[in-house]
């Protein structure tokens, strides 16, 4: 398909935490600046935003000409990408696919989410709005208490004990510490997760990832606008998009995470790389449970094996196959909206040697990975080291 | 840009209008069958739902996964555009995009909106999230307010009687009575538009387009997959999509609709048609103004015009260019998020020869215009006859 190349030209990091002090459209500018400064020959000939509920958490539509607007971009199309907690790599991957495509060559892709001027209950019925009002909704069930009902199922299924499913929220933690713009720069211990409240038993604090304001920003060339940027480039070899069986009670096997093992696949297959030339993952783990099951669908583990296998020393910075580099959805934080392109634009820094204290050595090929609902939609792309 | 040929291969519409015992899904749902069904043998290899406010009006979101799924088509990849108003239009610019790049053979676009099961007062705060939170909702402008001010400098800069005002809602009330899926389907004379209640000075009910349930489907596909649909084809020859500065009060000139005069300029030059060849325009009306300024800005009338050229006589049916064939968003409705896809899908119509009693004789080339905010985007497409 890809008539062009494409790369990531520059990528633009607000902090994920309390913004109070920010707006919606304060932080997307912010990250969007960042972006752009570092590659100001480039126009984007495109703005999207991914963002989830900006409607509810911020009483505020029409992102797309908001943020151009506001970058002075005012003309350019623009418009919003939407696929639940998946939306920033939906953003991306539209992005992506327009420039792979030749029909521009050049896009700013912005993810931006307000989660804290929400009240606790109003972020989980946010939330919630991933899955079905007729259905899901409309029995009560929220999205902490579906996925633990999955991690019950799992942990009953697979014999894992509650320190193995702890592994990666502690991985996690540790990777953040030096992570400037990580919610949560500190490490902790799979005692601290056992000790933490619990929430949809047998989920506790520390298996989800928390609420946060922020936005990141990433600007895509083609070929030609390429040699107008300054920075390093990152190229995109390879995404996917894949939907699944709308609710997880819908589909056979349950702890089959089938969208993500459809786009990494196909976005392995359309980079024409092997899994094992892969350095880095940055995963989508909204709960412990979901880190493991995308580990075990992407086949870097086994089947039961993914909580297991990050509690044996895999995943671990120092490893093989290191994963969320920066903290992930537990540590870095999981403004929703935005997470896919704070993955996006992690791995830029990873494979272009800008990731300072959390980089990897080495890090030629890493993959970003993002799921909206309980992998009902799952975006994968694979990055590599630019031309 | 195109490397294929884009077409529009069927349609499928739900009648807008108040749809209680149907969900956002069933209306979804409803009209992407009927596309389906008029190309049975076509694939859809994305599915790009247009809808501006599902999370306020029907506490969802994730509904590109939501429809995919529902129509049997789990594991295509899926995504919501959003746009405000012109989210159906973006929605259909993405796929045409995609798949005049080459990215893609097929796409299967649902606009769809479900506004009845709000009070109007919250419809009022639904729609006014198309303008900036941080400004124009604050100070309490609700979006009929706005377009209040816009008509009162309109017909203020260019002596616009209050008659020649309602000459397009009384063009969109005629054509709709023909028209099946329409909302309202009974022609109104100015003394109707007069006497109806005042919504924002000088703007009455009949100046306003109606709140309402409904969705629209279009199947696009490029020229590979176009051997596989059995009925009519239309060419989409052109399409662009233009921001403009976000609010009407930051422009220097608030009567001049710079993005329906750039989004148009745009369509027409990659449809390489000269203006002359149109004899069909789908135009956006959400305000009786908002038509008027419209029609300048495509230069269809002088700066002024507008309202007076439909008094006149301009623009009706049996005119030169009639517009709103099914009734525009006065009349056929203006279930927001959808509305660009019923006027892709009414063009459709049109040039295909299937507008039954609201065929235009010799349709053979077309336009649907789409505004989200107070033509803060825009987006025109530009519908040919197929080969």
Same mark, same amino acid.
């Given at each position: 398909?890809?008539?062009?190349?494409?790369?990531?030209?520059?990528?633009?990091?607000?902090?994920?935490?309390?913004?109070?002090?920010?707006?919606?459209?304060?932080?997307?500018?912010?990250?969007?600046?960042?972006?752009?400064?570092?590659?100001?020959?480039?126009?984007? &000939?495109?703005?999207?935003?991914?963002?989830?509920?900006?409607?509810? @958490?911020?009483?505020?539509?029409?992102?797309?000409?908001?943020?151009?607007?506001?970058?002075?971009?005012?003309?350019?199309?623009?418009?919003?990408?939407?696929?639940?907690?998946?939306?920033?790599?939906? /953003?991306?991957?539209?992005?992506?696919?327009?420039?792979?495509?030749?029909?521009?060559?050049? /896009?700013?892709?912005?993810?931006?989410?307000?989660?804290?001027?929400?009240?606790?209950?109003?972020?989980?019925?946010?939330? /919630?709005? /991933?899955?079905?009002?007729?259905?899901?909704?409309?029995?009560?069930?929220?999205?902490?208490?579906?996925? %633990?009902?999955?991690?019950?199922?799992?942990?009953? &299924?697979?014999?894992?004990?509650?320190?193995?499913?702890?592994?990666?929220?502690?991985?996690?933690?540790?990777?953040?510490?030096?992570?400037?713009?990580?919610?949560?720069?500190?490490?902790?211990?799979?005692?601290?997760?056992?000790?933490?409240?619990?929430?949809?038993?047998?989920?506790?604090?520390?298996?989800?990832?928390?609420?946060?304001?922020?936005?990141?920003?990433?600007?895509?060339?083609?070929?030609?606008?390429?040699?107008?940027?300054?920075?390093?480039?990152?190229?995109?070899?390879? @995404?996917?998009?894949?939907?699944?069986? !709308?609710?997880?009670?819908?589909?056979?096997?349950?702890?089959? !995470?089938?969208?993500?093992?459809?786009?990494?696949?196909?976005?392995?297959?359309?980079?024409?790389?092997?899994?094992?030339?892969?350095? !880095?993952?940055?995963?989508?783990?909204?709960?412990?449970?979901?880190?493991?099951?995308?580990?075990?669908?992407?086949?870097?583990?086994?089947?039961?094996?993914?909580?297991?296998?990050?509690?044996? @020393?895999?995943?671990?910075? %120092?490893?093989?196959?290191?994963?969320?580099?920066? %903290?992930?959805?537990?540590?870095?934080?999981?403004?929703?909206?935005?997470?896919?392109?704070?993955?996006?634009?992690?791995?830029?820094? &990873?494979?272009?040697? &800008?990731?300072?204290?959390?980089?990897?050595?080495?890090?030629?090929?890493?993959?970003?990975?993002?799921? %909206?609902?309980?992998?009902?939609?799952?975006?994968?792309?694979?990055? @590599?080291?630019?031309?």
């Amino acid at each position: 398909m890809a008539r062009s190349k494409v790369y990531v030209a520059s990528v633009g990091l607000t902090k994920v935490g309390d913004q109070w002090g920010k707006s919606l459209l304060d932080l997307a500018v912010e990250a969007a600046r960042g972006a752009m400064k570092g590659a100001p020959r480039v126009k984007p &000939q495109q703005v999207i935003v991914g963002n989830m509920f900006s409607a509810v @958490g911020a009483s505020q539509e029409h992102l797309g000409a908001l943020v151009a607007s506001a970058l002075g971009l005012a003309g350019t199309p623009a418009f919003k990408v939407e696929s639940a907690c998946s939306s920033g790599g939906s /953003a991306f991957h539209v992005a992506y696919s327009l420039v792979g495509a030749g029909a521009l060559d050049s /896009a700013l892709v912005v993810g931006v989410e307000k989660m804290r001027d929400l009240e606790p209950e109003e972020v989980s019925e946010a939330l /919630a709005m /991933a899955e079905s009002a007729e259905y899901t909704q409309f029995v009560g069930a929220t999205f902490a208490a579906l996925n %633990g009902l999955l991690a019950r199922y799992y942990m009953e &299924q697979y014999d894992v004990s509650r320190d193995e499913l702890s592994a990666i929220p502690v991985i996690d933690h540790a990777n953040a510490v030096a992570a400037e713009h990580a919610q949560f720069r500190r490490a902790i211990t799979p005692e601290v997760v056992n000790r933490s409240a619990m929430v949809a038993d047998p989920l506790r604090l520390f298996d989800c990832a928390p609420v946060g304001d922020g936005s990141a920003a990433v600007l895509l060339v083609g070929e030609a606008a390429a040699s107008g940027a300054k920075g390093r480039l990152a190229e995109v070899l390879g @995404g996917r998009v894949a939907t699944g069986e !709308f609710s997880v009670y819908e589909r056979d096997d349950m702890l089959d !995470f089938a969208a993500t093992r459809e786009a990494f696949k196909g976005a392995m297959a359309q980079a024409g790389l092997s899994p094992k030339k892969l350095r !880095f993952a940055e995963i989508h783990d909204a709960f412990s449970v979901v880190g493991a099951l995308a580990l075990e669908a992407m086949g870097f583990s086994k089947r039961g094996r993914g909580a297991k296998d990050a509690s044996d @020393g895999m995943y671990r910075a %120092g490893s093989e196959l290191p994963i969320n580099t920066f %903290g992930g959805l537990k540590a870095r934080g999981h403004p929703v909206g935005a997470t896919g392109v704070y993955q996006v634009a992690e791995a830029y820094l &990873q494979v272009t040697g &800008q990731a300072g204290k959390n980089q990897v050595p080495g890090a030629d090929y890493g993959v970003a990975h993002n799921i %909206g609902g309980v992998d009902t939609t799952s975006v994968v792309h694979v990055l @590599g080291r630019g031309a």
